[in-house]
């Protein structure tokens, strides 16, 4: 007896599945998305392509059922649906069959294992190192690493956000400073650490996120702290204008981060991307970030610190004229 030919969809259905499948960049959007559950901004580095593309092609197949999503943190991580009907996967595998050899898919297969390798690679130092990470940027940097940023701070009626805390050592300093701190990290090990640190402190807030997308309104903070984070970070030009946009007018951003060094051995000790950063390499990513009277300074290492001296840099979010 033979099995019975499967169901036809209708031709609605069958038009729209074809529609979501008859553009260049949402093939390769499925092409990656099979492979890996991945936000908007990682999206975004695989395909080298603009936030609004990406975001725009998403919401088509979101629409069509050929993409499932779940919160994490404050990003959403999409992925291909498991569950998308008979009719569209068996569209799906000829398209695949069809375009897999093309070049941009394959360049897109490439970045994806770089984005793959970091996202798996941070996870595992940062996870590994958060019940020593306190002693060990001491030993590197010395204890008094945050003294810098601390000094830059004004007023104690500020909102200040503290990105990239780790474990909350620089925002367990701050909040009693300060009207409120609100501390970000996309380490969901680090956080851990930072609750339990700050569990008595009310007026710090933690949020688990990238630092390229922050959870916080414009304007909210009146200055922003990115303290030994810059160097983990691929894309830190991203970063500082996420930092540039809550700032109030007038807000003041302070960055310290360890100095243009060539010991790759600590590189890998400390898991980081960037081997620090020059005095006016950071001035004109400040300034690149939309901000004004962007200073940087070179500081010599701590007495007893292992590492290379540190850079600190500030500047200001220009405020709006009457």
């Known amino acids: ?3 019975p030919a499967p169901a036809r969809p209708p031709a609605d259905a069958l038009l729209g599945w074809m529609e979501g499948l008859a553009d260049p960049t949402r093939l390769r959007l499925l092409h990656a998305l099979e492979r890996k559950e991945l ?4 999206l975004c580095e695989v395909l080298a392509l603009p936030q609004s ?9 979101s629409g069509q059922g050929w993409l499932s999503s779940r919160r994490q943190g404050t990003q959403s991580l999409y992925g291909y649906a498991e569950d998308v009907a008979p009719g569209a996967r068996r569209l799906w595998l000829l398209a695949r069959a069809e375009s897999e050899g093309w070049p941009a ?5 490439e970045r994806l294992q770089a984005v793959r390798a970091r996202r798996d690679g941070a996870e595992r130092f940062f996870a590994g190192a958060a019940g020593a990470w306190d002693k060990l940027r001491a030993e590197v940097y010395g204890p008094g690493v945050a003294r810098e940023a601390l000094l830059a701070l004004l007023p104690a009626s500020w909102t200040v956000a503290d990105l990239g805390c780790g474990t909350g050592a620089l925002a367990a300093e701050l909040a009693p400073r300060v009207r409120k701190v609100v501390a970000v990290d996309q380490s969901a090990a680090m956080l851990r650490a930072a609750r339990r640190r700050c569990a008595a402190l009310p007026n710090v807030e933690l949020h688990e996120a990238r630092l390229e997308a922050l959870p916080i309104a414009d304007g ?3 200055a922003a702290l990115l303290v030994l984070v810059l160097g983990y970070l691929d894309e830190p030009a991203v970063a500082l204008r996420e930092a540039a946009r809550v700032l109030a007018p007038g807000g003041r951003l302070v960055v310290l981060d360890a100095a243009r060094h060539a010991d790759a051995a600590l590189r890998r000790r400390m898991g980081q991307v960037r081997p620090g950063f020059a005095p006016e390499e950071l001035e004109a990513l400040l300034g690149g970030a939309g901000l004004s009277t962007a200073r940087a300074r070179a500081l010599p290492p701590e007495p ?3 590492g290379p001296g540190l850079v600190v840099a500030t500047a200001e979010r220009v405020p709006r004229r009457r």
Not at 105 to 109: E, G, H, L, T, Y
Request: glycine residues 4%.
């Open 1 to 3: 007896m033979t099995a």
């Open 39 to 42: 936000s908007v901004l990682e």
């Open 53 to 61: 593309t990406v975001s725009r092609h998403l919401k088509v197949l």
């Open 105 to 109: 898919v394959r360049q897109d297969a």
């Open 220 to 222: 909210r903070c009146d």
């Open 304 to 306: 007893g610190a292992r």
